[in-house]
Nanobody, 120 residues
C-alpha cells in the first residue's frame, strides 16, 4: 500500500492550494483519512481528518479556511486550503487508517509529505 501526496507549492498569503493524496495497492477498507503538518522546529500536528462516512474534524487554526474531503471510489483525500497564512508553512502529510486484507486489523499508513510555503 502506498499513499501518494501532491499539490504543495509556493503561494502568497491569502492564496489557495489544493492537496491530494491517493492510496493505492492492496486495499480492503479505509476508515479515517487525514492531513497532518510539521513546521520547522515544531512537532507534527493534526490539521484535519474525515471518516469514511464524511464526518470531519479540524484544528482550530484552520477552521473556516481549510476543507477536507474524500472520494471513496478513488481512495483519495483532498485538502482545500484557502486564505493561506505564513504560519501555514509546513510539510503536509496524508494519513490513512486502512485494512489491506479482511484478515488483518486497521493500520496507519503515511504519505511522503508535500511542502507548502506561504510567503508574506
Amino acid at each position: 500500500v502506498q499513499l501518494q501526496a501532491s499539490g504543495g507549492g509556493l503561494v502568497q498569503a491569502g492564496g489557495s492550494l489544493r492537496l491530494s493524496c491517493a492510496a493505492s495497492g492492496s486495499i480492503f477498507s479505509i476508515n479515517v483519512m487525514g492531513w497532518y503538518r510539521q513546521a520547522p522546529g515544531k512537532q507534527r500536528e493534526l490539521v484535519a481528518h474525515i471518516s469514511s462516512g464524511g464526518s470531519t474534524n479540524y484544528v482550530d487554526s484552520v477552521k473556516g479556511r481549510f476543507t477536507i474531503s474524500r472520494d471513496n471510489a478513488k481512495n483519495t483525500v483532498y485538502l482545500q486550503m484557502n486564505s493561506l497564512k505564513p504560519e501555514d508553512t509546513a510539510v503536509y502529510y496524508c494519513n490513512a487508517d486502512l485494512k489491506d486484507s479482511i484478515w488483518f486489523p486497521y493500520k496507519d499508513y503515511w504519505g511522503q509529505g508535500t511542502l507548502v510555503t506561504v510567503s508574506s
